[in-house]
Nanobody, 122 residues
Framework: QVQVVESGGGLVQAGGSLRLSCTASGSIFNVNRMGWYRQAPGKQREFIAR???????NYADSLKGRFTISRNNAINTVYLQMNSLSPEDTAVYYCKAEVVPAGEYVKEYDYWGQGTQVTVSS
């Protein structure tokens, strides 16, 4: 089995920063892309950023410049550095890992974390 767990959420004042972490663990052969999404109350889940195992990243245009994604392949962990936060960034932040489970070797599956709450106060 594969588990994806996010951490690092919390309450921050407007203008502040937070760093989220997400680790994939379990019976893993390989972790390909890892990414971050968020869902605000009453809104659809939206894409934030994703990063390949080789370190190539792409971002939602609206968030580029404030958010930075990075990863540590040795521990199957992806990070999201969020700066200049505003109340509009309040949401549950989800991590998705594209994983080839042990024993599969080729077929890739998407695994989601349970989400971590980020609340930005004005």
């Amino acid at each position: 089995q594969v588990q994806v767990v996010e951490s690092g959420g919390g309450l921050v004042q407007a203008g502040g920063s937070l760093r989220l972490s997400c680790t994939a663990s379990g019976s893993i052969f390989n972790v390909n892309r890892m990414g971050w999404y968020r869902q605000a109350p009453g809104k659809q889940r939206e894409f934030i950023a994703r990063i390949t195992a080789g370190g190539r990243a792409n971002y939602a245009d609206s968030l580029k410049g404030r958010f930075t994604i990075s990863r540590n392949n040795a521990i199957n962990t992806v990070y999201l550095q969020m700066n200049s936060l505003s109340p509009e960034d309040t949401a549950v932040y989800y991590c998705k890992a594209e994983v080839v489970p042990a024993g599969e070797y080729v077929k890739e599956y998407d695994y989601w974390g349970q989400g971590t709450q980020v609340t930005v106060s004005s």
